[in-house]
């Protein structure tokens, strides 16, 4: 397969930003005053998918509860959490060359538009990004396939098989198949093997430097 425009997911994929996420979550459950034994023991199911569904999901909450809870997180994630990061080993790199070989490379998130910003504004490959696509702050947008018809929008494009989304949950997946562009799954983030696995991508994609693999689509 040949691509001409790459969509990347941002936590998992190409930072590591545990840290921050589960610290966050942690300032919401004492928020909460959530009792220790009725907190969840794993909170992986928190990186990728939308805020609020994670806590509806994870917590049992009403929408109106997952709101107040989403509240409670960005106090501490605006503020702490949305800069405690690693860029996984290799990525600055990878962009770099993949942008320098012809790519279009967007960023296409869940996370709240503004705070996809700010952690791509602090890194050294920024300038590689023709846009940045993420929800609005009250949660507005948060859908995967809403965010890739939202990037393909930006960009003028209608969806077609040489437009590639990147990710490392199963919800990168079935957005780009809901949508019709192709999809790859990278296994070294948060997404268990069997989960990716269980939504059948175009790609698999080991380690970060496997990208470099991807082909240019050249002389249309």
């Known amino acids: 397969m040949e691509f001409s425009h790459l969509f990347f997911d941002l936590d998992g994929t190409l930072i590591n930003s545990k840290r921050g996420i589960f610290n966050s979550v942690k300032y919401t459950m004492d928020k909460l005053e959530i009792p220790e034994n ?14 609020r569904k994670s806590f509806m999901n994870l917590f049992g909450m009403s929408p109106d509860e997952a709101e107040n809870a989403t509240i409670f997180y960005r106090e ?11 860029i996984y080993p290799g990525i600055p790199e990878v962009i770099k060359n993949l942008k320098d070989t012809g790519f279009s490379i967007s960023l296409v998130t869940s996370k709240a538009e503004e705070y ?26 948060s859908e995967k396939s809403e965010l890739i018809s939202y990037t393909l929008s930006k960009l003028n494009l ?4 040489e437009v590639l989304m990147i990710g490392d949950r199963y919800h990168d997946i079935r957005g780009a198949k809901a949508i019709g562009i192709s999809s790859a799954a990278v296994l070294y983030g948060y997404g268990t093997h ?27």
């Open 116 to 141: 996809a910003k700010l952690i791509l504004d602090s890194t050294s490959f920024a300038n590689c990004f023709d846009t940045v696509s993420g929800c609005e702050i009250d949660g507005k947008r």
């Open 158 to 161: 209608h969806p077609n098989r």
């Open 38 to 51: 009725e907190r969840p023991k794993n909170l992986n199911p928190f990186i990728g998918p939308p805020l």
């Open 194 to 220: 069997e989960e990716l696995h269980s939504e059948d991508p175009d790609l698999f994609i080991e380690h970060p430097d496997s990208l470099l693999q991807l082909k240019f689509i050249e002389n249309r």
């Open 76 to 86: 501490y994630y605006k503020v702490k959490g949305v800069y405690d990061f690693d």
